[in-house]
């Protein structure tokens, strides 16, 4: 291979520095992020290594630093609706960061452990997990000191830093409205058995009901589409006396829910309430409007990146969980006046 | 940093040879992707170079086998319904054949150049663009000799390794089936101009049009829900005679233009006939069931990845060009039988 690739690549900074006129530390500082330059010094500099094709070999010059400059970005759901927003704002702000993400997207979460292989063998520098990490995963990586941050998932283990959409709070909300409106058979839709966000939320809503003296009846679900609508049907079989709200752990499966319940003749909101979670795109389309609780994704991921890159300059600060309330979208799908009656 | 990073990691194979009691030579054998290791010998290798922590370091091979195993994925519209299933099945195509996802997601096609100058840095095997590259930026590429296949866009410059759905068979079909039904008042809402993909749909369905002897509405959008509403709003002002059918670059705007129809009291498809492009997963929920041409994303990214290995191994393989059908999804969004009349 190496025979195969043009000379040019082997240009280094001195044959740069040499033809700029300047010297090869002014060269270094030019490709070194925050390294000061005077701008007509860089420019200068920046023309030359363009010229002769000068690139600074990332991956020798880790080796030095040990900085790889990559972080393992490990997301178990990426064609959920959800995660492409966060994995372009991630991209995006590591990338101002002078980082670049490594993709680990899951097929199963059995794959974890040869992600993890993976992440050794490329020496990351970081990882920033919206998946499954078991306790042993999870003291893997802290026996090698690298920088984790968990993304809407809690550990299983020892503490770790952490961004989260606040489920109890939002769950919270959406369930004192439906029931101050006169919702009393409630029906929830959960996500996968192993998602701790769905157990967060499916686990907020109904010790809420509890508060009001409720027990919904309860479907399992998968975050898609097709298990929302599956999971409506599975509620109304349940439910002797109808239903008057449906709660689903994710918006994908309220959207599906909110078109089961139209095939069968079921109107949204009159005959049924439907909130869902998350506030993707088609949630606000008008086929939907669906009522919800939209995570601040902007915050988030801008949280997940600053709190990693805090870890990865000093290893040594504690876990930090920081955890942002979602905002409130009303929509259209709920009844959320009190009945008159 | 490195002081922070626990001793473990320096392990070497040598450590675990003497401690499985084998030879160097076979314990970096089992890290390689296709050596051969008798099972046995493998598993217990395995087992000891787990208890030491042992993994390769991949960043220190690359400098020694010239592979870095990285390839980039650079993909200018991920929050795009269509690119995050694209984006999961080359990862775990890439993955299944020991490479790994270099992410570059765009925010706007200007970032080409700061991302290939990442790109020399990291020593990637290869790309993978789903975005607008330049004649410049392709000369670039093929200058140092780095494979490159283009997913659903046409080269500008010189003939590259590419992998397409066959956007002409596809807009051809819709339009003939459309106009064999009745329909003679057509509007088309395009993509974004730099776009090669919107541009091939969009003239494939004029041309075709024009061989009917019909002439189509335009109006421009972005690929997105708001300018499939907004596409449809600015036809319908120019259309005089009403609209018969709405041909739209992609789902997502065909999705935006049922929801503004609906929203003016016109019926889809009894007062117009609306054809998308993709085969996204909201096209066929019930709130649209479009009609449409569903991209082969499986066999698709199977083929990208295949060209791309191919040409890691021999780089000097002539470019190919792969092109899918489409599959034709009738939904119900478009009226397709003969008009009685």
Redesign the interface.
Known sequence: ??A???P??TVTSYDVARAAGVSQSAVSRCFKPGASVAPAKRDRIMAVAREL?Y??????Q??I????G?VA?IISN??N?Y???V??EL??RL?ARGM??????L?AESDVDAVL??V????VDGIIAAARLLPAQLAAIA???LPLVLYNRLSEGEPVASVCCDSVAGETLLIDRLVAAGHRRFGIISGPADSSVSNERVAAATARLALHGLVPLLAPGQFD?ASGRAGLESLLAQADGGLDALVAANDLMA?GAI?AA??RGLAVPGDLSVVGFDGV??AG????RLTTIRQPVQRMTEAAVALLAERIAQ??LPPERRLFAGEFLPGASARLDPCPE
């Open positions: 291979m190496a195969d690739r043009p040019r690549t094709g690139a600074p070999n990332a991956i020798a880790s080796l630093t040990k900085r790889s990559l970005v990426l064609t609706l995660y492409p927003e994995l372009a991209s995006r990338d670049r993400v490594l993709l680990f997207a097929q292989a993976e050794w063998r490329y020496r026996e090698r000191g589409h959207i078109e139209r095939a795109g088609p389309w008008d086929s939907f290893p040594e």
